[in-house]
């Protein structure tokens, strides 16, 4: 079972593959018949979803652009139409999207669109070259599916580490049968921010692969071994009091190496050990610094559905709001029994929704960059007072805090009990040392022809064990299905995996076609730790 290194499929041929590349791989046989994305079977489960005849229709045009962040910092990235975080985009459940991407961006760099979380068409799912060619600079293509699930859901880029750039939006499917009752909602986006300030994703991704072999840091994260948190159970962390992480150094260096992106020692006991790989000068919410923050404005006493969205490259955000409880109803687009809290912990590419109701005066959102010791910040003003500092850590932080691991789906979207047909083990290895992140060991090339992918028939029900070899934590996604933690846990695409830890899942193997599973660290999955879920044909 292999993992895909996408920068050199993508930089050394960007284009070569068409759609349904992968259609003579095999796992383990190189005469296994895949389902081709282009294929009929993918066209007729289009058909299946129920349209209400609605064209949501734009054009998102990737570019140069210098945004403003705030405070003074105004970096030039990429971007949708000419800001981060693009506009939100919203329609109705069974409205079909069709969206234009004209590709502006520079140096021939090619594109795509990954719509993250949504069960769409497969070869709608914007990752080159699986499901589509690359979408050349200069050239456009055209996506166009069924959003046939409510939820909060975000798009960005499926090529190299343009996600850690300024291409992502919100996008949000609306359900017309709502049972939940608010007075009003606030998408919150976070995000952490490298491009334009101290560097590109791309050398930060190139001074990952070359930094800890530098250093003769030996087999394992720069932490392994003294955090003493392998055996932890996540689901036993709410409540505790974390304390505060150490800031280490962003100017290390060794054997002329300036290490400047680099997180040396940076732990989370929530995540069970080393927090990330980067050390990002800037953590947004909505697109602005602490020092200059988002503000929501509303009334005392009226109830607010926020939906909060990771969409950063190598950070899990702690998330609270001063003086207040939340309500967790959904995770990842799917309802949860109501959960009432002071934090959660979001992993890159989750998404909460939550409820509160708010009080009188000013409060801090804070997203605290868990392990990083830096924190993002918005305010929610109702009435007069004065505004929190950029360093404002409200005691909620400390309080009962949430993981998904301790939440359970809600009857109606909880999967029918049933055994697995078929049943992967999932093993995520590798180290910072070689920064040789992959699954099951190998890395995998999409344009291999040696490539094993994952192998599902549609109509089974099938069991993944994710089991995590490494000393750092990994928030893996499935694409194109929800998954449900356990036999009761909720439905999620995305989910975090502890070190030294496994991790079951359940789906239901109804969307044929050709599924990227990968880390949603920008530069774990850019740097193998990747596979492909493909059913039968």
Known sequence: MNSTNRRSVLLAGLGVAGAGALAACSSGSSNTALVNPAGSAVADSEKKRASTGRKHRLTLTAAPAMIDLGGGVM???????????GKEVRLSVGDTLVAELSNQLPNKTATSIHWHGIALRNDMDGVPPATQTTVRAGSTFTYRFIADAPGTY????????????????????EDPKESLDYDDEWVVLLDDWVDGVTGTPDEVFAELKQGMAGMGMGDS???AGSSGMEGHDMGDMGGMDMGEAASPSASASSDGMSMKFMLMGAESDLLGGDAGDVKYPHHLVNGRVAADPDVYTGRPGRKVRLRIINAGGDTAYRVALGDHK?????????????????ALLVGMGERYDVLVTLGDGVFPLVALAEGKDATGLALVRTGSGGTPSAAVRPKELDGMIMTASRLRAADEVRLKSAEADVVHRIELTGGMEKYNWAINGEPFDMNAPEASPILVEEGQRVRLDFVNTTDMWHPMHLHGHTYQLGGSGPRKDTAIVLPKKKLSVFFDADNPGQWMLHCHNAYHGEAGMMANVAYRA
Not at 154 to 173: E, K, M, N, S, T
Not at 328 to 342: A, K, L, M, S
């Open 326 to 342: 939340l309500t967790i109803t959904h995770t990842d687009g799917f309802p949860v029994r109501h959960q009432e809290v002071d």
């Open 75 to 85: 970096p030039k990235t990429w971007a949708f139409d000419g800001r981060a975080p």
């Open 154 to 173: 975000f798009f960005h880029p499926h090529v190299g580490v343009q996600l850690d750039r300024g291409l992502y939006a919100p996008l949000i499917v």
């Open 221 to 223: 994260s720069p932490s």
